[in-house]
């Protein structure tokens, strides 16, 4: 692994002008009010039906993934409904007249009072520290690249439009990742494995909460932007240190690959900027193209990468695999759930052992030999569903999940 300069980064990934995107044309947006995709979510079937009682499907299962999912309307209301008869409602009305869509709040500390900013490499380092005992697995800080902020914010909840500019005081990211637990994404495609994920954006939720509060009680302004709005993340999460973009259009990070979600808070605070960072996942991700193969939608593209996207809902500028997201959600819809096969059969979302960081530093420093280990993980049966008729039997949480922390 090597240390990247922001310049050899901006070489690496960008190959023209980046405008700034409009939040109105991301996948998750386009069936509220896009014609040609409207309606195409109706089969996504949430509710149990009797039809569904086989392994992985039972009710049982459903009643996991649900139960875990209820954090996430925390940081859906947290984020869109400030209490109108709060200071939280004041405050965010005085930003939004600057641009600002959905911005997190709260009461503010005894008046006058801050802490001290004077050394912003300490400062950081408490930030960090906070953000690992919050629940963070990795945590990070990058400067706020303005180009990857979302020209408009569109409202998954209500369906509210707004035309965004973050005010310029906000100067920084704290970007935090958890890690998904590698023995529940093995029953992809079933609810057990949307569990999983489900957990992780619940966990960023409640992570960004706290660390939203412990900042503005601190005496300085963040906003919380856990349901992945104000910002695109996987750039800030690249330019944090985390990890690299991969074929299947997600952050790869070393310790987890792509079964990682990311959150960040923005904040005026003064903090000391992390760099991003070069492991081999570009050149690995061109020899292997496990997660084209296995795309039951065909919406990763096999091949190198190009700088053309599919629809509206690509970002132009950058030297990518872009993923047609279209098919990829209409996936979502046959099937009625996320899929995560592509991060499923990633060789870079094997367990954290040392037999498998052996083989991440071989990658990183043996390249050349990339094509012998997509044979070797084939070979070895990686890659396939582990079948759901045993899983309440066998489930052991607590001894399987990892937790391998990472300040960048």
Same mark, same amino acid.
């Given at each position: 692994?090597?240390?990247?300069?922001?310049?050899?980064?901006?070489?690496?990934?960008?190959?023209?002008?980046?405008?700034?995107?409009?939040?109105?044309?991301?996948?998750?947006?386009?069936?509220?009010?896009?014609?040609?995709?409207?309606?195409?979510?109706?089969?996504?079937?949430?509710?149990?039906?009797?039809?569904?009682?086989?392994?992985?499907?039972?009710?049982?299962?459903?009643?996991?993934?649900?139960?875990?999912?209820?954090?996430?309307?925390?940081?859906?209301?947290?984020?869109?409904?400030?209490?109108?008869?709060?200071?939280?409602?004041?405050?965010?009305?005085?930003?939004?007249?600057?641009?600002?869509?959905?911005?997190?709040?709260?009461?503010?500390?005894?008046?006058?009072?801050?802490?001290?900013?004077?050394?912003?490499?300490?400062?950081?380092?408490?930030?960090?520290?906070?953000?690992?005992?919050?629940?963070?697995?990795?945590?990070?800080?990058?400067?706020?690249?303005?180009?990857?902020?979302?020209?408009?914010?569109?409202?998954?909840?209500?369906?509210?439009?707004?035309?965004?500019?973050?005010? =310029?005081?906000?100067?920084?990211?704290?970007?935090?990742?958890?890690?998904?637990?590698?023995?529940?994404?093995?029953?992809?495609?079933?609810?057990?494995?949307?569990?999983?994920?489900?957990?992780?954006?619940?966990?960023?939720?409640?992570?960004?909460?706290?660390?939203?509060?412990?900042?503005?009680?601190?005496?300085?302004?963040?906003?919380?932007?856990?349901?992945?709005?104000?910002?695109?993340?996987?750039?800030?999460?690249?330019?944090?240190?985390?990890?690299?973009?991969?074929?299947?259009?997600?952050?790869?990070?070393? =310790?987890?690959?792509?079964?990682?979600?990311?959150?960040?808070?923005?904040?005026?605070?003064?903090?000391?900027?992390?760099?991003?960072?070069?492991?081999?996942?570009?050149?690995?991700?061109?020899?292997? =193209?496990?997660?084209?193969?296995?795309?039951?939608?065909?919406?990763?593209?096999?091949?190198?990468?190009?700088?053309?996207?599919?629809?509206?809902?690509?970002?132009?500028?950058?030297?990518?695999?872009?993923?047609?997201?279209?098919?990829?959600?209409?996936?979502?819809?046959?099937?009625?759930?996320?899929?995560?096969?592509?991060?499923?059969?990633?060789?870079?979302?094997?367990?954290?052992?040392?037999?498998?960081?052996?083989?991440?530093?071989?990658?990183?420093?043996?390249?050349?030999?990339?094509?012998?280990?997509?044979?070797?993980?084939?070979?070895?049966?990686?890659?396939?569903?582990?079948?759901?008729?045993?899983?309440?039997?066998?489930?052991?949480?607590?001894?399987?999940? =990892?937790?391998?922390?990472?300040?960048?």
């Amino acid at each position: 692994m090597k240390k990247l300069t922001l310049d050899e980064w901006e070489k690496k990934y960008i190959v023209g002008p980046v405008d700034r995107f409009d939040q109105k044309y991301t996948m998750f947006s386009r069936p509220l009010w896009d014609s040609k995709v409207k309606g195409i979510l109706e089969k996504w079937a949430f509710k149990y039906s009797p039809s569904k009682e086989m392994p992985g499907y039972t009710l049982q299962d459903q009643a996991l993934r649900v139960s875990v999912r209820q954090g996430i309307l925390m940081g859906y209301f947290h984020t869109a409904k400030p209490s109108p008869s709060s200071l939280a409602r004041v405050i965010a009305e005085k930003v939004k007249s600057y641009g600002v869509g959905k911005v997190t709040m709260a009461s503010p500390p005894p008046e006058g009072e801050k802490i001290d900013i004077s050394d912003p490499k300490r400062l950081t380092r408490d930030i960090k520290n906070a953000a690992i005992y919050f629940g963070a697995d990795l945590v990070g800080i990058c400067k706020l690249d303005r180009r990857f902020i979302y020209t408009h914010t569109y409202q998954l909840l209500d369906s509210e439009y707004n035309p965004q500019e973050v005010p =310029e005081e906000y100067q920084y990211a704290i970007v935090m990742g958890f890690g998904e637990d590698y023995n529940m994404l093995k029953y992809f495609p079933t609810y057990i494995a949307d569990a999983e994920t489900s957990y992780g954006y619940s966990r960023m939720a409640i992570t960004n909460h706290y660390m939203t509060k412990f900042i503005q009680f601190m005496g300085y302004k963040a906003i919380d932007c856990t349901t992945n709005d104000v910002a695109m993340t996987i750039p800030m999460a690249m330019q944090a240190g985390f990890g690299e973009l991969g074929r299947n259009g997600l952050l790869v990070t070393p =310790e987890y690959g792509p079964r990682v979600r990311v959150s960040k808070v923005l904040t005026d605070l003064p903090l000391v900027p992390d760099t991003p960072i070069d492991f081999g996942v570009t050149e690995f991700c061109s020899k292997c =193209e496990r997660c084209a193969e296995t795309c039951p939608s065909h919406a990763i593209i096999r091949g190198e990468r190009i700088t053309t996207g599919h629809n509206v809902s690509n970002v132009t500028g950058e030297l990518k695999w872009p993923i047609n997201a279209e098919r990829c959600i209409g996936q979502w819809a046959a099937i009625g759930k996320p899929c995560t096969i592509c991060i499923g059969v990633c060789p870079f979302s094997k367990p954290d052992n040392w037999f498998h960081q052996s083989v991440r530093w071989l990658v990183d420093n043996v390249r050349w030999a990339d094509s012998f280990y997509v044979r070797m993980d084939k070979l070895l049966g990686y890659g396939k569903p582990a079948k759901a008729d045993d899983f309440w039997d066998k489930w052991q949480p607590l001894p399987s999940r =990892e937790k391998r922390v990472r300040i960048s």
